[in-house]
């Protein structure tokens, strides 16, 4: 079955800084692979996604990669703000089954 | 337009005890999923249904049964909890494997604490 490994476990940023997470997935079938927000006490939400025919996506501050020889995967928020603090997953999907990482728990200081 | 809704919101059980996390969706949504979520350890897939009258084991399948009562209803069932599935569960739904969407909407979560 999949395997998604996430890093780091906790970053922490200066307002206005570039934060990146990664992602490694051990499926080589996976075809699809969203990122999630969750902010404190509240349920995840999809923010970005990005499909295997595709190598990068752009949705204003935030994009993905895509490294399919390498099996890894990345989010990239630039211009961090205080409301960017929050846990992020990133996550693999193969045979329909979503599966995520472990989460990054990104706090950015005004 | 309710989306994913799970009861009950919270729950405090007793080692041994059972009992049953529910959940429905009003998106016409094929997929349904429960996940728990552990302080790092992200969000683990217990079961899965992919569609209506069938689920499949997900990564923590241990301790759980579950029931894909009708398209809209997905329900958890914890038999005799144990310490070890204190937790938040959370029940999920998308359009379908073959939609092409793949989109998760998320309950608003179920916190069980076991004594």
């Known amino acids: 079955g999949e395997n998604v490994e996430q890093h780091p476990s906790t970053l922490s940023v200066q307002e206005g800084d570039s934060a990146v997470i990664k992602c490694t997935y051990s499926?080589?079938?996976?075809?699809?692979f969203p990122w999630y927000k969750q902010e404190l006490g509240k349920r995840p939400q999809l923010i970005i996604d990005?499909?295997?025919?595709?190598g990068e996506k752009k949705d204003q501050r935030i994009a993905v990669t895509l490294n399919k020889t390498a099996k890894h995967f990345s989010l990239h928020i630039t211009e961090t703000q205080p409301e960017d603090s929050a846990v992020y997953f990133c996550?693999?999907?193969?045979?329909?089954?979503?599966?995520f990482g472990q989460g990054t728990t990104l706090q950015v200081k005004p | 337009n309710a989306g994913v809704t799970q009861t009950p919101k919270f729950q405090v059980l007793k080692t041994g005890q059972s009992m049953t996390l529910q959940c429905a969706q009003d998106?016409?949504?094929?997929?349904m999923y429960w996940y728990r979520q552990d302080p790092g350890m992200g969000l683990r897939l217990i079961y899965y249904?992919?569609?209506?009258?069938?689920?499949d084991k997900g990564e923590v399948p241990n301790g759980y049964n579950v029931s894909r009562l009708n398209k809209r209803e997905f329900s958890l069932r914890l038999e005799s909890a144990a310490p070890s599935q204190t937790s938040v569960y959370f029940c999920?739904?998308?359009?379908?494997?073959?939609?092409?969407?793949?989109?998760?909407?998320f309950g608003a979560g179920s916190r069980l604490t076991v004594l």
């Open positions: 996550a693999a999907i193969n045979t329909g089954k979503l599966i």
């Open positions: 999920a739904s998308e359009r379908g494997p073959r939609s092409g969407a793949n989109v998760l909407t």
């Open positions: 998106m016409n949504h094929n997929s």
């Open positions: 249904s992919a569609s209506e009258g069938t689920t």
């Open positions: 499926d080589s079938a996976s075809n699809y």
């Open positions: 990005i499909r295997s025919n595709v």
